[in-house]
């Protein structure tokens, strides 16, 4: 409890320190790991004071710390580390934490009562569109501006008419204006406009007909970045005729990718990422859109993705 009292005040206090000089900039709110574990910067910081002397209060860089490094060291990312559930990933990508929404929404515990599910309910159909906040320190989307305290290392826009993903990185000010990838996309009619916080990973996703994809990340509801399908959870059998399609409007709505650009997503874009899906179809975007090679069907080597890293990939023999 002492503890608890302790990082509350110093974080009363940096909030201060943020507001009177503008020089420090730090996020109160637990966020979601990719592991679905929660990371809070602050305590980070306040708790390694080694971390504290070289990064401050920099999110982004305490995050990366503790992904590449702090999780081997044994080092915790938050006070709740163990508390199962404390801040949720909802069906859209967002965040939610039952017990705050509750604390600060009497009106709708009276009207809806104080389950999770009655609370989760009514954020999603009501709350959101109200601006209440679902968990500590939210902040509302609104396309190309997000939170700068956020620590995600990039923002995805999708081209949806243009089949490409640009992914941007921060500038000197914490706005994502530096473009930094592009990849070739097939995204589909039933693709979704808007902003999403990205949600769970998946390193296998099943469809119907015992097809899978590869090296997968849940965008909103039922539509995710994955790889061109498998025909079966096998790297080695790939449907190459729908990987020549790449480039093309052909998906039931996910956005295909080759399996190289999709594990890249898969390992370096945390969940809660933000990706905004919109159209152009005259300006691919600033990068481009690049072309995905296509497999002969008389190749031996025609079931492998030829950007998959596998070892056992006869493309990089």
């Not at 081209?159 to 990838?181: L, W």
């Not at 020549?244 to 052909?250: A, E, K, S, Y």
């Not at 080597?301 to 596998?310: A, H, S």
């Amino acid at each position: 409890m002492e503890k608890a009292f302790r990082l509350i005040i110093s974080t009363l206090f940096l909030a201060s320190v943020v507001w009177l000089t503008g020089m420090v900039k730090v996020s109160a709110a637990p966020l979601n790991m990719p592991d679905g574990s929660v990371f809070d910067p602050v305590y980070y910081a306040e708790t390694y004071k080694d971390l504290k002397t070289y990064y401050g209060y920099n999110a982004g860089a305490l995050w990366k710390h503790y992904n590449e490094c702090g999780k081997n060291e044994g080092r915790m990312p938050t006070a709740s580390y163990n508390t199962v559930g404390w801040v949720a990933v909802m069906e859209d990508g967002g965040f939610f934490n039952p017990t705050f929404y509750a604390e600060n929404n009497p009106d709708v515990v009276a009207a809806c009562g104080s389950t999770d599910k009655a609370l989760y309910k009514h954020y999603v159909n009501f709350g959101k569109a109200e601006h209440r906040q679902g968990y500590p320190g939210e902040t509302f989307l609104t396309p190309g501006i997000i939170n700068k305290n956020v620590p995600y290392p990039y923002y995805i826009r999708i081209n949806r008419a243009a089949c490409t993903v640009t992914v941007f990185g921060a500038d000197e000010k914490g706005e994502y204006t530096v473009p930094y990838k592009a990849f070739v996309c097939s995204p589909g009619t039933d693709t979704p406009l808007g902003v999403f916080r990205s949600a769970q990973n998946a390193r296998w996703l099943a469809f119907d007909g015992n097809q899978y994809g590869q090296y997968t990340k849940r965008i909103v509801n039922r539509i995710w970045f994955h790889s061109v399908m498998y025909n079966g959870k096998n790297p080695a059998n790939l449907d190459w005729r729908a990987y020549n399609r790449l480039g093309t409007v052909c998906s039931h709505g996910c956005i295909r990718l080759e399996a190289g650009n999709a594990k890249w997503i898969y390992e370096n874009c945390p969940v809660g990422t933000v990706v905004e899906i919109y159209d152009d179809a005259a300006n691919p975007g600033p990068l481009g859109k690049p072309a995905a090679m296509k497999i002969n069907g008389g190749d031996p080597r025609r079931g492998w993705d030829p950007t998959d890293p596998d070892p056992a990939n006869p493309w990089l023999q």
